[in-house]
């Protein structure tokens, strides 16, 4: 993986700093293999918009590790009585189907713009909900 970035005037377009570290390795891993999912398909849609199969089948995989991701953050959350458990669980199911809804106009290679939404999406959740529980989880 990130083999895609070959030139360096390519920004990758989720990036993700020190601020958004919950201080638990396992769950930065898996944010920063999303993000590098996300930037992946960007690079894939600017690259070669036409092949959309690829980018249906990386789509895919970034749904089943997002939702391997929340299922993970959800066994982490209940083993600590996370207080705002509930709240956050309901928060992935939202942003499970934003991902999926986002998935048509993606992989049309139509709306490259959406990418935007998409890392907005993926970095919002990391920085507002997720590093907060990552101070709960870590004391």
Excluded: C
Excluded at 100 to 128: C, P, Q, T
């Amino acid at each position: 993986r990130g083999a895609s970035r070959e030139r360096a005037d390519i920004l990758p377009l989720a990036i993700l700093g020190e601020e958004a570290m919950t201080g638990i390795a396992e769950l930065d891993d898996q944010h920063r293999e999303l993000a590098e999912r996300v930037n992946d398909l960007y690079d894939l849609m600017r690259i070669d918009p036409e092949n959309r199969p690829k980018a249906e089948a990386m789509y895919d995989e970034l749904v089943r590790f997002t939702e391997f991701h929340f299922h993970n953050e959800s066994r982490m959350m209940g083993e600590a009585a996370y207080p705002m458990a509930e709240a956050h669980d309901r928060e992935h199911r939202f942003l499970l189907e934003e991902l999926r809804a986002l998935e048509s106009r993606i992989v049309a290679g139509v709306e490259l713009h959406s990418f935007r939404m998409l890392k907005d999406w993926l970095v919002d959740h990391i920085e507002k909900a997720d590093v907060p529980m990552g101070q709960y989880l870590t004391k």
